[in-house]
């Protein structure tokens, strides 16, 4: 077999791991959206025609190209290990490792590739064959942000542990240990306030409804949120040890990882004020304690998978309580300084 | 080495190689943390280039015949940066069609490292020894002639060690060039033919 024959095939294996990676997230957004429309089959109509009818517009194919764009930078670690590295040292030149990065680049986008494929078939089936000259446009367009991120001059970098200066440190290592997940905690969050936004816009409800359906699912989205970012500082940062050998007390590092985890949620928060306002600031005064109790979550001595469940139901129990008995958010804010008590507590038992 | 010069981004030079020969047998490279010893093996495998000079393998410029100098060598990073979302069985079998071997050679490799088990999984799953392991498999695929090893027994366990200097003691007996980057001396003294020390990025006496 060719040499690079050889790095083609590992990084169409490699490729299409990241594109089922990207894919699953990116059909379950897509049907949420199209869902959350009054007429689905027109909402396709709709973005078929902007992309490839009589009155195609500019602005579809820059959503695109965004699009095609932030696939690849989002892949472009994964796809890059086979031009830099330890593949480096093997016998294949520059060119064909270049070329199997290209490759893979580009095969990644397949998700958004075919997708934007049909929405032009749908429209020629509608409008004409004519349409069928936008096809090769996405191709072509996935393409060419594939090969401009992989002509960037390679990084040359050493490795360093992170440097610890004061909260900057805190965020530097939050930063590093959730990075991309917290997209991922998003696209799962998104999930119960979406439930919510279709069950107040299918439903004539009166207002004590509507904040109750909106608290539940802001809040539900909220725990989400929290519980896979926790999940993810417990699996990435599991012990720290390291962490907790600095001059810094465990009240601080818990307060750190609250204030950060709490920041997670705005999206939720943002997305439950939008439905409506009152439950956005319910929801907003009840992220403090779900947030100490995710840091304290995330040093329970108990398996990931549990730890995270149990501060799942929690989270949903809350939100219940919260949807329907609003005042519940005062015992909820005053047991705030409590929740990192205990949070701190567990953090120094985590010593011994 | 001749004439290297190789820099990270936004610092002096990292390494400055006048003039540097590895010879057949065991070279211990050896000198502080940040010394540069590892930034030596990464251009001596090719895998950075630098920003002066000429690093050649066997005769061949690693960087003008790539492919002839590269398949005279085998690199184990300290720090393996295996490709993420391969299984290893497919990064050895990656390593066997560019070194011209067998499948077979894959079974071999796997079974003399201990990884039967774990051939499915990705580095991703893997813990930094079995990914040291992977990178020590991959080594021993076709076993080219110069061994460049940075810190090869660090994070293996016992039986792993014991088998990884075995098979450095075979390829210096076997007549190979084998550079190995260390801070642990005692395992290696009865092979050891040549010491480099580094300090400040810059070969010392």
């Known amino acids: 077999m060719r ?48 992309l490839a009818g009589p009155e195609a517009t500019v602005t579809a194919w820059i959503v695109v190209a965004v ?38 680049a580009w095969l990644v986008q397949a998700p958004l590739v075919l997708s934007v494929s049909l ?10 064959p004519a349409a069928l000259l936008w096809l090769p446009a996405c191709p072509a367009i996935a ?128 997305g439950t004020a939008l439905l409506d306002p009152a439950s956005g600031v319910l929801v907003l005064a009840v992220i403090p304690w779900l947030a100490l109790r995710t840091a304290t979550a995330v040093r329970a001595a108990v398996p990931d998978e549990t730890a995270m469940t149990v501060l799942f139901g929690e989270g949903a129990a809350v939100s219940a309580l919260l949807a329907l008995m609003p005042w519940s958010v005062l015992p909820a804010l005053a047991g705030a300084p409590f929740a990192l008590r205990v949070a701190a507590r567990r953090d120094r038992e985590l010593k011994r | 080495m001749t004439g290297v010069r190789f820099s990270y981004r936004s610092r002096r030079f990292a390494l400055e190689v006048e003039s540097l020969r590895f010879d057949p047998g065991l070279t211990l490279l050896l000198g502080d943390n940040g010394a540069g010893k590892s930034t030596l093996l990464r251009l001596a495998a090719g895998v950075e280039r630098p920003d002066a000079g000429s690093v050649t393998i066997g005769g061949f410029d690693l960087w003008t015949a790539e492919i002839e100098a590269r398949a005279l060598l085998a690199y184990v990073p300290d720090e393996p940066d295996l490709v993420p979302y391969a299984s290893v069985r497919e990064i050895l079998l990656l390593v066997a069609r560019l070194r011209g071997q067998a499948a077979s050679a894959v079974d071999s490799a796997l079974d003399a490292a201990g990884l039967s088990a774990i051939e499915r999984r990705s580095p991703r799953e ?80």
């Open chain 1, 119 to 128: 929405l032009v078939a749908i429209e020629a089936a509608s409008s004409g």
């Open chain 1, 3 to 50: 040499r690079g024959e050889a790095l083609l095939r590992l990084q169409a294996a490699t490729a299409v791991r990241v594109a089922l990676r990207l894919l699953i997230p990116a059909v379950a957004l897509a049907v949420l959206a199209i869902g959350l429309q009054e007429d689905p089959a027109r909402a396709i109509e709709r973005v078929a025609s902007a």
């Open chain 2, 126 to 205: 893997l813990s930094l020894g079995q990914q040291r392991r992977v990178a020590l498999a991959a080594a021993r695929i076709a076993t080219p002639p110069v061994l460049l090893l940075d810190d090869p027994l660090e994070a293996l366990d016992d039986g792993t060690r014991t088998r990884t200097l075995s098979w450095i003691g075979d390829a210096v007996e076997s007549g190979g060039t084998v550079v190995v980057s260390t801070h642990e001396l005692p395992p290696f003294s009865r092979w050891e033919t040549a010491r480099v020390r580094l300090a400040g990025g810059r070969p010392v006496a």
């Open chain 1, 67 to 104: 699009a095609a764009f932030a696939i690849a930078s989002w892949a472009d670690p994964a796809v890059a290990a086979v031009e830099h590295g330890w593949i480096a040292h093997l016998p294949a030149t520059r060119r064909q490792r270049r070329l199997a990065r290209w490759s893979g």
């Open chain 1, 143 to 270: 393409l060419a942000c594939a090969i401009a991120l992989g002509l960037r001059p390679h990084r040359r970098t050493v490795a360093s542990p992170p440097r610890p200066s004061g909260s900057g440190f805190a965020s530097l290592a939050f930063r590093r240990t959730v990075g991309e997940r917290i997209v991922d905690a998003w696209i799962a969050g998104a999930v119960p306030l979406a439930a919510a936004t279709l069950f107040l816009r299918n439903n004539t409800l009166d207002a004590p409804a509507i904040r109750l359906g909106a608290t539940l699912g802001g809040g539900l989205s909220a725990a989400t949120i929290l519980a896979l970012s926790g999940l993810a500082l417990r699996r990435r940062r599991p012990q720290w040890a390291w962490a907790r050998s600095l001059p810094v007390g465990s009240r601080r590092r818990v307060r750190e990882d609250a204030v950060h985890l709490g920041l997670s949620t705005l999206p939720a928060v943002i």
